[in-house]
């Protein structure tokens, strides 16, 4: 049986330079998709896998993220005064129990592979799960839920995947995919960026991870890659040489909301997918699409 994946770590501390000025003080993962900021999706999605301890990874400007995963006992009081008893306890439901949150901070954003090895002395020698939380998957059961299941069966590194345009598909990491199913099969490739004719495959890399603590000692070796940034792409293609890499073609649509498009999409996706508005919300997309009034 592999070790249990305990531990999960959100990459925070990218400039969100896609999003300005809305990022220019406030961190990209606070971004809400209907009223639910980015990170909060990704700590549910690791919740429901059984992660049991958080890792974020801030920067400047993003103390507010820490803040969001505390207690405000002032709104606790309003709320309780007022009788609006679930909003109290769909607060209190999102936030992780004390002592299972640790923050750090990349005092430069020198790219995500920086990022992750900035979580190595609070990780250790554990499998560990790498979200990053402005691709908001949208997914039953969770994106992480499904790898855990591969990671399970195999102990091995797992990369969720998905299909896309070949088109469009130099703006991501690829793999090559071996024999198996969809619920896991090897990777016998990656790909950072590829041209469309080189590329080994049309599954692109898409931001959920799970990764064995080796990954920490070959990224603080290792040079700069694309954009002058270290990449954690880099970095796994070397632990490719030494381990074993599972894909999983999950059932589920990401959205980019690092992106304007993705983010904008996400929230109507999301919007239409709620009780309490979809109703309403699609109303107004009708008047909308009719150029009534708009
Ligand atoms: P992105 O590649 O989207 O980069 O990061 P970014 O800097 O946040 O945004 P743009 O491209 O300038 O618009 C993917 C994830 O990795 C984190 C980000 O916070 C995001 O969650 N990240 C990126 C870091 O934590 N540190 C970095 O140095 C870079």
Same mark, same amino acid.
């Given at each position: 049986m592999p070790k249990k994946v305990r531990i999960a770590v959100f990459p925070v501390?990218? #400039?969100?330079t896609r999003f300005l000025p809305a990022t220019k003080a406030m961190?990209?993962?606070? #971004?809400?998709v209907v009223d639910r900021p980015l990170i909060q999706y990704a700590v549910d999605e690791a919740k429901e896998a059984g992660i049991e301890h958080f890792v974020f990874i801030t920067g400047r400007n993003k103390g507010v993220i820490e803040d969001h995963f505390d207690r405000q006992f002032e709104l606790e009081s309003t709320l309780k005064a007022r009788g609006k008893l679930e909003a109290l306890k769909s607060l209190q439901d999102d936030l992780p129990k004390p002592g299972q949150t640790s923050f750090t901070r990349q005092?430069?954003? #020198?790219g995500l592979g920086h990022a992750v090895w900035c979580a190595r002395d609070i990780v250790g020698n554990e499998p560990f799960a790498l979200l990053l939380p402005d691709m908001l998957i949208k997914s039953d059961p969770g994106v992480l839920s499904q790898m855990i299941d591969a990671y399970q069966k195999t102990g091995n590194n797992v990369i969720a995947v998905e299909e896309t345009d070949p088109a469009g598909i130099s703006s991501y990491g690829v793999v090559g995919r071996g024999t198996g199913p969809d619920t896991g099969f090897e990777i016998t490739k990656m790909v950072e960026k590829p041209r469309p004719e080189d590329a080994?495959?049309? #599954?692109i890399i898409s931001g959920r991870y799970i990764l064995q603590p080796e990954i920490f000692g070959l990224i603080e070796n290792q040079p700069k890659g694309a954009g002058g940034e270290i990449q954690i792409t880099d970095a796994m293609q070397k632990l490719m040489e030494q381990q074993k890499f599972t894909g999983v073609k999950y059932n589920g649509r990401a959205f980019d909301c690092g992106s304007k498009i993705g983010f904008l999409t996400a929230n109507i996706v999301f919007a239409l997918d709620r009780k309490d508005i979809s109703h309403a919300f699609m109303e107004e997309l009708q008047i909308v699409a009719s150029n009534e009034n708009t």
């Open positions: 501390a990218g #400039l969100g961190p990209k993962e606070m #971004l809400p005092q430069e954003p #020198l080994p495959s049309n #599954l």
